[in-house]
DNA sequence: CTTTGACCAAAATATTAAAATAGTCAGAAA
DNA sequence: TTTCTGACTATTTTAATATTTTGGTCAAAG
């Protein structure tokens, strides 16, 4: 790896630290540059500018979480085991890079176009990691569906959308925050067995 | 019925207009009184405050839907032709109360303690009256599961948190809210469709 | 029992000033 | 040449203040 490469990983790395403690808009590239020693213009000679520095910190973390994905995935599993075993994988990084949420960051960062361009592409290719999981699935005549890349959309998109019922139950803060992380795992595997089930007819 | 809750009826009706066309927190309670053409005295002669006259209207509304649910329901449909037609009830009264969303109400409105109550018990008979269809599809044995109660919040919260992923996704203004309604039901049917089978082996 | 005009306190909104932060640049260090 | 920095803006946030709007009350009238 190049040598500015490196640099450019160190300072994601920096990022990450600061972001996933105290939040992306809690952060000023001082505060990333201070934590590394170095002067601010010096981020900036790395990145143009703090928007790509946070595309490089979502990309860097979605990379982190594939790689673990992969890593869990076991081709002789049936598919609710595999299944569980995302969900775990996913809720983990979910709650390490808890304050990270996107939607709280700067004003629209969430809805500007760099960002949820490269949002987008990581979801696709998420979405491609659980279709090749159906489709494992499908080999072993465990499905027989056809759309294997439009049903890992509506299962993510379930898995998703159940996350963040329980975030809003859980934002007046009656269970503390371990409850709910416990709460979102359980409904996601109870809707991923039936899920599972239901494929197979 | 009495004249006096006839009179709240009419207030009601005269608030619902308003606050699905403009939303809550865009109302004054003197927009709601010049409507009806009454001072806004009247209106807290019959309501404590505007809290109570905003329960008034949800808890209306809700009745409306169960009312719309249960008209639509026959025991003779499988299990998946009750869901795909409680999904098209239940959409057409998100559509025609949209400009409700309570979540986007007077702040705090959705955690207010009176309010979750109501909201909770509503939520609470929505989930009791599909306890009741999935118990039906079990009568005609096309479920083997034996929680109906837990089994119906699952399903509503998946439905509900879909609904909020095509919210989410469609608020870039991209898709032109009709489009946005029909994908809403697209998925939660095609969800639908896969967790009834699922409850079938 | 119902309704109302006149009134008030609290909350939302607009205005302005002050502080913090993203981003730049000329030039130094390596 | 490549990498870095101190010193400097332009823009955005935040804080403080003034102004309006709105929820809610009350004595009195229909």
Not at 59 to 73: C, I
Not at 78 to 102: A, H, P, Q, W
Request: with cysteine.
């Amino acid at each position: 790896m190049a040598e500015a490469d490196k640099k450019r990983e160190q300072i994601i790395e920096g990022a990450i630290k600061r972001f996933s403690h105290f939040g992306i808009h809690k952060t000023t590239m001082n505060d990333i540059a201070d934590d590394l020693s170095v002067s601010k213009p010096s981020l900036y000679y790395y990145f143009p500018d703090k928007k790509s520095l946070i595309v490089g910190v979502i990309e860097k973390v979605f990379k982190d979480y594939f790689a673990m994905l992969r890593t869990n995935l076991n081709d002789n599993d049936n598919l609710e085991t595999v299944l569980f075993g995302s969900i775990d994988v996913r809720n983990s990084f979910f709650e390490k890079y808890f304050m990270l949420k996107i939607s709280e960051g700067v004003p629209d960062l969430m809805w500007d176009d760099d960002v949820k361009e490269s949002l987008d592409v990581l979801k696709k290719t998420e979405a491609d990691l659980f279709a090749d999981i159906f489709k494992n699935a499908q080999l072993r005549g465990e499905i027989h569906e056809n759309d294997m890349q439009h049903l890992a959309s509506l299962y993510l998109e379930s898995l998703m959308g159940l996350t963040n019922m329980c975030i809003m139950a859980g934002h007046k803060k009656i269970m503390p925050e371990k409850k709910m992380l416990k709460d979102v795992a359980d409904k996601q595997k109870a809707l991923s067995a039936i899920f599972a089930r239901g494929l197979r007819c």
